[in-house]
């Protein structure tokens, strides 16, 4: 008879709804394995970039992603997990617009999407796995016994990424990042490859004008663990 598998949380959404920072919190109370998918085509990208690999070509692509030499490191609670490409911290190097995007454009892609999704299903180790993404309560993890789609306006996502960019001191617009969420939403939602959707058995949360904390406690309710 088969082992059970150990249980995974799913949170899936779009860029800018509070995704990374709940599941480093929900991994970190629960004493569970993290996931940041996201990360992964993030650091496909990167890594198609340094290596020459166009963006548009499947099989080195499809090449970078099967050798990506991905971890990932707890930090503090409320910040982002140290992401490492081939033992390099590159988590702020993969948080930037240009990297999303290139991201983004590599996630259309079924071939570097094949690739990749063994890759994701090996963090599903005991005691349990928090995965945070766009598809892995649909396609990753499907038999997830909790799932949460956590989304938010396009207008508070902005606002959001604009604070985050002003206190890095990075110089930027909010109407050119509200226009950005919205193109990418629109790629993501309607990719022929895992569009952008709540599963089936998700409970949608909506973080627009909510705390962290608020959040965190509705996503602790679904689990049980309030």
């Given amino acids: 008879m088969r082992a059970a598998q150990p249980p995974v949380i799913t949170i899936d959404g779009p860029g800018g709804s509070g995704k990374g920072t709940i599941t480093q919190m929900l991994a970190q109370r629960l004493g569970w394995h993290l996931l940041d998918s996201g990360a992964i085509y993030r650091l496909t990208a990167l890594a198609a970039v340094r290596q020459g690999v166009a963006l548009d070509d499947e099989s080195g692509l499809v090449r970078v992603a099967s050798g990506l030499d991905v971890a990932f490191e707890p930090t503090p609670p409320g910040q982002p997990a140290r992401v490492l490409l081939a033992g390099e911290d590159v988590t702020s190097e993969i948080r930037t617009e240009v990297c999303g995007n290139n991201a983004s454009r590599v996630a ?119």
């Fill in 108 to 226: 259309v892609l079924q071939p570097v999407r094949d690739a990749l999704l063994q890759r994701q299903r090996d963090f599903r180790k005991a005691p349990g796995l928090v995965a945070d993404g766009r598809d892995m309560g649909t396609v990753v993890f499907p038999d997830a016994p909790f799932k949460i789609f956590l989304t938010a306006s396009p207008e508070e996502r902005a606002r959001r990424r604009f604070n985050q960019l002003k206190e890095a001191g990075v110089d930027v617009k909010i109407d050119a990042l509200l226009e950005e969420i919205r193109a990418r939403d629109e790629r993501d939602m309607n990719r022929s490859a895992a569009p952008l959707k709540p599963a089936d058995d998700a409970q949608v949360i909506d973080s627009t004008g909510l705390s962290i904390e608020e959040v965190l406690d509705r996503c602790m309710a679904v689990v049980g663990q309030a």
